[in-house]
């Protein structure tokens, strides 16, 4: 069947095409296979509005999802042609940052899966999330060129006009089925404008940031410290939401809504602060239908819920009047009318869309006219009502709930772990593909020594895999049989890919006094830093350099290993969750609001090493004790130093020899040598004068607890099989069909 459609499709036999030809003639199947699931939807249906949807390679998941991979696996091989490579052809559409963006992707799927009504609302960036090189052991960014060859996204021929700045622009809708495991097809609308032009970008990813026509949808923004780009950040965002609240209600009123009873056909969920200008979209164009303030208010209200990813207060967008009286005049008067109703309702400053220096605070309007704000975890959802938010859980304490992250198994385990997936299917039968819970049923086979051997010989054959990948993919050759330690995730200070580094810099000093680790350690690392960055980029220029010292150094090379996998994205991560044997999970308590990473590695069969932060707790409640490697300060202790503001790193420093010690090594002649000195430097600078994020202080613990895991990996591979085994049968909870019902029966009631 599907080889007679493919050769149909290239006019030959499987044998004399090209990859190229295969893939294209593959997407145009999967595209009439998906078509073929869609629904007419009936009553409430959701957007969900996000910047970002980091979706990965859609080839290898939609067979998944359609049942399709099987055979199409079996006709490639009959023609001598390999799944693998085939997958190569496709470039990774570089729509999203990290976890939120991830976040979004993983729900479609599961909406999808559910079969629940709910389409995703974005924008079609050309560059997306800048291209990572390493450049003496530097991180280079340059323009992601994803959108060249065949497209997934189709060009709907609709546009919607949107008012930026007083002149007018044309967003055209494009689409992207969202194929479900064995569920229906619900859609991707991205939008773009036609007039964006590649070749202004002139050295690395500078390009002109006045020309909005040209500019407009060309790169996704990597975070808010660059100041020059904040204003177009805007101006993204209410093309996004402009459009997007246009074609919701177009589709309601042809649904037969007279937009009055709007709530009984759409829900829209606001990912973040970044869509939060839908809100005042959304009354604007209300009132534009005859709608007046006071009820477009409550309809909208009725509709949108917000989803709050950080408890980091800097974060939390905020922009100067001045720049949305520029940008978006005609939002306005909406903004103050919102502000003035909250000024009725309550005395509370702090709570204000409107700041006494004019700042609009878009999280505030969110919680003020949405019916629902919820936290990405438990543990950050309580901090969100005990302190960040605290003034808004007083005025709405009805809103607030908590959302525990989840991923989809369908990529995170039946797409990037065959093996793992194939051999719990032959343990369980295959229930826990679309029953996460299933999963449990493992934990009967927790003493059966065939079984844990089965598991570490499959973990075995995922790290010669990752290895053989890396050596393909930056010609660095790595050690399959050492303990493979992985911390990828963005590069921020507070996710302490510098605590990684000290303990890296003390396990050296330890090698080169006898102390040998208990097993030799390959640690990997995946990471981008805001291109603004510099402390990030610095760190990220402290590893590169300690793996050249370290590989430079024959003694301590047989033990330790340093990696940076360049331009980490989802592909990458795809290589690297199945080959994982510690998860580095090292934030900052209180800091992390969930983690996503944590769960993907513990689904295939990693042990977490983290902090109680994030989903790290929730993960903990469900492996126990036994089963998880918990080290530092609880988020209690780490919230009461901030507020009494007594920490200083400078005595740490100064009073604990190893921290000194692996300090100044930092910027010290070996380092040198290899590196940048101003670089290296001003990383040490940071350390002793601020370490904003407490990494001296659980030092000490991290590294007494990193080495109990080595060694029990060492000594008791039985008991770290066994660990990994629990891992597994306890990560039903993190599915992330699970927290789309929850959104679902709370939230949402779709359908
Ligand atoms: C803001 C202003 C201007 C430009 C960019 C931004 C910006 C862009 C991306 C701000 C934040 C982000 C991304 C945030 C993010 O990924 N947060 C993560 O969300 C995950 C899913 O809930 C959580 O698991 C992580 O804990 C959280 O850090």
Redesign the pocket.
């Known amino acids: 069947m599907m080889k007679t459609r493919l050769e149909a499709l290239c006019g030959k036999k499987i044998a004399e095409c090209s990859y190229e030809e295969i893939y294209e003639a593959l997407m145009k199947i999967v595209k009439e296979e998906s078509r073929s699931q869609g629904r007419k939807v009936e009553g409430r249906k959701l957007y969900y509005i996000s910047?970002?949807f980091l979706i990965g390679k859609l080839l290898g998941n939609n067979l998944i999802n359609l049942g399709l991979y099987d055979e199409t696996d079996k006709v490639l091989k009959e023609g001598g042609k390999s799944m693998a490579e085939l997958e190569e052809t496709e470039a990774e559409p570089s729509l999203g940052?990290?976890?939120?963006?991830?976040?979004a992707a993983c729900f479609l799927d599961s909406l999808a899966t559910l079969k629940l009504p709910g389409d995703g609302v974005g924008l079609r960036y050309h560059c997306g999330l800048f291209h990572q090189s390493f450049k003496n052991n530097l991180q280079s960014e340059s323009p992601d060129y994803w959108l060249n060859g065949a497209q997934w996204a189709e060009d709907t021929g609709k546009t919607y006009d949107v008012s930026l700045a007083g002149e007018t622009y044309r967003a055209r809708l494009y689409q992207i089925d969202v194929t479900g495991y064995g569920g229906q097809t619900n859609k991707l609308h991205l939008f773009d404008l036609d007039t964006v032009d590649e070749s202004i970008i002139t050295e690395g990813i500078r390009f002109d940031k006045t020309d909005i026509e040209k500019n407009l949808t060309l790169f996704l923004?990597?975070?808010?410290s660059?100041d020059a780009?904040?204003k177009l950040?805007v101006y993204q965002q209410y093309l996004m939401v402009s459009a997007g609240a246009q074609m919701i209600l177009e589709e309601c009123m042809e649904r037969g809504s007279n937009l009055h009873d709007l709530a009984d056909y759409a829900a829209v969920q606001i990912n973040?602060?970044?869509p939060s200008m839908v809100i005042p979209e959304l009354i604007r164009l209300l009132g534009e239908q005859g709608i007046a303030f006071e009820e477009a208010a409550e309809i909208v209200t009725n509709v949108c819920a917000y989803?709050n990813?950080?408890i980091l207060a800097e974060?939390l967008?905020k922009w100067p009047k001045e720049y949305l009286e520029e940008a978006v005049p005609q939002l306005m008067p909406v903004i103050r009318k919102l502000d003035e109703t909250v000024k009725e309702r309550t005395d509370d400053a702090g709570t204000a869309i409107i700041d006494e220096d004019g700042r609009v605070h878009m999280a505030h309007m969110d919680i003020h006219f949405t019916h629902s704000t919820n936290g990405?975890?438990a543990l950050?959802t309580e901090i969100l009502k005990d302190s960040e938010l605290n003034g808004f859980y007083k005025l709405y304490p009805e809103k607030f709930n908590n959302k525990t992250?989840g991923i989809t198994f369908r990529r995170w385990l039946l797409s990037c772990n065959r093996a793992l997936a194939g051999y719990i299917e032959s343990l369980i039968g295959p229930g826990f593909k679309k029953d996460a819970g299933e999963l449990k049923k493992l934990a009967a086979y927790a003493d059966n020594g065939e079984v844990l051997q089965n598991l570490t010989r499959i973990k075995a054959e995922n790290k010669k895999l990752l290895a053989k990948w890396l050596f393909k993919k930056q010609g660095i050759l790595i050690n399959p049989d050492s303990m493979f330690t992985i911390q990828s995730k963005?590069l921020h200070e507070y996710k302490r890919q510098q605590l990684n580094l000290l303990y890296l810099i003390h396990t050296y000093f330890e090698v080169k006094s006898g102390h040998l680790p208990a097993a030799p350690i390959t640690a990997v690392f995946g990471a981008k830093a805001a291109p603004a960055y510099t402390t990030a980029k610095n760190i990220i220029h402290a590893l590169l350099t300690l793996s050249k010292v370290v590989a430079d150094d024959p003694q301590v090379s047989k033990w330790l290993q340093i990696v940076m996998i360049e331009n980490y994205n989802v592909t990458a991560a795809e290589k690297m969750v199945p080959a994982c044997d510690l998860s580095e999970q090292i934030s900052l308590a209180s800091k992390?609001?969930?983690?996503?990473g944590n769960m993907k590695f513990m689904l295939n069969g990693a042990v977490t090493l983290g902090t109680l932060d994030?989903?790290n707790v929730e993960i903990q409640d469900c492996v126990g004790e036994d089963n998880i490697y918990i080290f530092g300060q609880n988020s209690v202790q780490v919230i009461r130093c901030y507020e009494r503001g007594d920490y200083c790193a400078r005595e740490w420093y100064e009073t604990d020899a190893n921290i000194r010690r692996a300090v100044d090594f930092i910027a010290g002649d070996l380092m040198q040598a290899a590196g940048d000195r101003e670089s290296l430097e001003s990383l040490k600078r940071e350390l002793i004068g601020k370490d904003w994020f407490q990494t001296f202080p659980d030092f000490n613990a991290y590294v007494v607890r990193k080495n109990q895991a080595i060694t029990d990996y060492a000594v008791n591979p039985e008991k770290w099989a066994r660990m990994a085994l629990m891992n597994i049968s306890q990560a039903g909870f993190f599915s992330s069909d699970r927290t789309i019902k929850e959104y679902n029966e709370d939230i949402w009631h779709l359908g």
């Open positions: 910047a970002e940052n990290g976890g939120l963006g991830r976040l923004y990597p975070d808010d660059d780009g904040r950040r973040d602060t970044h989803t990813h950080t974060a967008e990405v975890a950050h992250n963005r992390e609001a969930s983690g996503t994030g989903a």
